[in-house]
């Protein structure tokens, strides 16, 4: 029988990385980096397609740096919002799933309730109008797609908050963290497990693929907190793991931690669409925050023994 062919744009991003490692047993995967593919330059996507020819076409390459953004706006732009909609249109020539992730962002964080799917994007910096544009271009195409909104992703490796955290922690007795912004903390590791979930249903011999089902489905971990609620769980965690002392945390507002991005305030995502579709409960933050923390410092323990 021959294996469904995956291609996974961005092999070494948080979500990349981890994606390769969850899909390997649904089909035989090709992940691709920057500079093999080069999303500001569109025919290097067309050839990477053409060249694979997958069944599955995964996106998880993105222009992630909300705030170098603002100054870089045509390069974020091209990347996050011209480059899904050719990714798009190669997928629907092929007939090809194309999953693709997106951002709480979007939104201008002024609801009081948590985000669905349905509610109308406002976004108040220039990566989230990026990854709207983003959204917006593969909906206009159509075809069989599935646009995953995530939040505050993390994991053991790449460039994130718990990893900034860590490493602050070792180098200074106090720590002012902004307390005003609620959201789910979501694992790198957790989104790819969800997806490749979601896949194995839709690639399974009786499975019927999407059938009318392509769209946005918000997908993070459960529960919420505040950046300072996740700084303080995941220091207090790992503090007796690497042998620091958790620094003085004090919870400040987001005025008083000027960035050149403005962020929303409510990041909430509701993920009951997902949870019906496709029977997909995700973690809480909580227990995804343990299972991250219990990855790295099993890395740590192995690199000391060597
Ligand atoms: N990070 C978050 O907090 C967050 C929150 C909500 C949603 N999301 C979304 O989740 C998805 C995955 O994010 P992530 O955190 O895994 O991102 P990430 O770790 O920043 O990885 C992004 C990947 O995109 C690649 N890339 C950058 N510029 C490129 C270009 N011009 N052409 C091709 N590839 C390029 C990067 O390559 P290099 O490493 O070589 O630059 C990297 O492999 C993205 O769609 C992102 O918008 C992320």
Same mark, same amino acid.
């Given at each position: 029988m021959q294996k469904t062919r995956i291609l996974v744009f961005g092999r070494i991003g948080q979500v990349g990385w981890e994606l390769r490692h969850k899909l390997a047993c649904l089909g035989h995967v090709t992940a691709l980096e920057y500079p093999e593919i080069d999303f500001s330059m569109p025919d290097t996507i067309r050839a990477a397609v053409r060249a694979v020819q997958p069944a599955v076409l995964i996106n998880a390459a993105a222009y992630t740096a909300v705030d170098k953004a603002e100054s870089d706006p045509e390069l974020a732009m091209a990347i996050n919002g011209t480059a899904p909609g050719v990714i798009a249109e190669?997928?629907?020539?092929?007939? =090809?799933?194309?999953?693709?992730?997106?951002t709480d962002y979007? @939104? *201008?964080g002024t609801k009081q309730q948590t985000y669905v799917e349905a509610d109308a994007?406002?976004?108040?910096?220039?990566?989230?109008?990026?990854?709207?544009?983003?959204d917006e271009a593969i909906q206009a195409v159509g075809g069989e797609f599935l646009i995953l909104r995530t939040s505050w992703v993390y994991g053991a490796r790449g460039s994130n908050f718990l990893l900034t955290m860590l490493r602050l922690a070792r180098e200074r007795t106090e720590l002012s963290i902004v307390d005003d912004q609620i959201g789910a903390p979501t694992s790198s590791e957790c989104i790819a497990q969800a997806t490749a979930d979601i896949l194995a249903q839709l690639l399974a011999p009786a499975g019927s693929g999407l059938c009318g089902r392509s769209g946005i489905y918000n997908l993070t971990n459960a529960g919420e907190t505040s950046w300072?609620? @996740?700084?303080?769980?995941?220091?207090?965690? =790992?503090?007796?793991?690497?042998? @620091?002392?958790?620094? *003085?945390?004090?919870?400040? *507002?987001t005025?008083?931690?000027?960035?050149?991005?403005?962020?929303p305030a409510n990041s909430r995502l509701s993920c009951q669409r997902l949870a019906e579709t496709f029977g997909v409960i995700m973690p809480a933050w909580e227990d995804a925050l343990a299972l991250v923390l219990e990855t790295l410092a099993e890395g740590a323990s192995r690199e000391k023994s060597q």
């Amino acid at each position: 029988m021959q294996k469904t062919r995956i291609l996974v744009f961005g092999r070494i991003g948080q979500v990349g990385w981890e994606l390769r490692h969850k899909l390997a047993c649904l089909g035989h995967v090709t992940a691709l980096e920057y500079p093999e593919i080069d999303f500001s330059m569109p025919d290097t996507i067309r050839a990477a397609v053409r060249a694979v020819q997958p069944a599955v076409l995964i996106n998880a390459a993105a222009y992630t740096a909300v705030d170098k953004a603002e100054s870089d706006p045509e390069l974020a732009m091209a990347i996050n919002g011209t480059a899904p909609g050719v990714i798009a249109e190669e997928a629907k020539r092929l007939g =090809s799933l194309l999953v693709h992730y997106s951002t709480d962002y979007v @939104f *201008d964080g002024t609801k009081q309730q948590t985000y669905v799917e349905a509610d109308a994007p406002n976004p108040v910096n220039v990566y989230g109008r990026s990854k709207l544009a983003g959204d917006e271009a593969i909906q206009a195409v159509g075809g069989e797609f599935l646009i995953l909104r995530t939040s505050w992703v993390y994991g053991a490796r790449g460039s994130n908050f718990l990893l900034t955290m860590l490493r602050l922690a070792r180098e200074r007795t106090e720590l002012s963290i902004v307390d005003d912004q609620i959201g789910a903390p979501t694992s790198s590791e957790c989104i790819a497990q969800a997806t490749a979930d979601i896949l194995a249903q839709l690639l399974a011999p009786a499975g019927s693929g999407l059938c009318g089902r392509s769209g946005i489905y918000n997908l993070t971990n459960a529960g919420e907190t505040s950046w300072y609620g @996740f700084a303080k769980a995941l220091l207090t965690l =790992s503090a007796g793991t690497y042998g @620091f002392k958790v620094p *003085d945390l004090i919870p400040i *507002d987001t005025c008083n931690y000027p960035r050149p991005a403005k962020r929303p305030a409510n990041s909430r995502l509701s993920c009951q669409r997902l949870a019906e579709t496709f029977g997909v409960i995700m973690p809480a933050w909580e227990d995804a925050l343990a299972l991250v923390l219990e990855t790295l410092a099993e890395g740590a323990s192995r690199e000391k023994s060597q």
